[in-house]
Nanobody, 126 residues
Framework: VQLQASGGGSVQAGGSLRLACAAT????????RGWFRQAPGKEREFVAT????????TYADSVKGRFTITRDNAENTVYLQMNSLKPGDTAIYYC????????????????????WGQGTLVTVSS
């Protein structure tokens, strides 16, 4: 497993969770890493992404102001801090690595990403 996601769980609406996505490859080869999610019966949805060198972030409108994506170079890990969670945030969250090979696709397009983690379940109850 090259990408390991962790940190999912069950919380009540208004609560917080922090997801982590650790990579096993050399951190100097990182380009960008992002999070997507998929709720039951729905298509995969972009959540957030961060470029490795500049730390430039992009968020889906649905999570702006509530979620924060960061990276830790030494740990080769990306974090997704999720605050003010809503029942609509319930989904399996997947981290994905962008190795800079498919830049024709936008950072919010899943086709840009080369490697995917196994997913971690986030459940938000009302």
């Amino acid at each position: 497993v090259q990408l390991q996601a962790s940190g999912g769980g069950s919380v009540q609406a208004g609560g917080s969770l922090r997801l982590a996505c650790a990579a096993t490859w050399n951190r100097f080869s990182n380009y960008a890493r992002g999070w997507f999610r998929q709720a039951p019966g729905k298509e995969r949805e972009f959540v957030a992404t961060i470029t490795w060198r500049a730390g430039r972030t992009t968020y889906a409108d649905s999570v702006k102001g509530r979620f924060t994506i960061t990276r830790d170079n030494a740990e080769n890990t990306v974090y997704l801090q999720m605050n003010s969670l809503k029942p609509g945030d319930t989904a399996i969250y997947y981290c994905a690595a962008d190795h800079g090979k498919r830049t024709d696709y936008s950072p919010s397009d899943y086709r840009r990403y080369d490697d995917w983690g196994q997913g971690t379940l986030v459940t938000v109850s009302s």
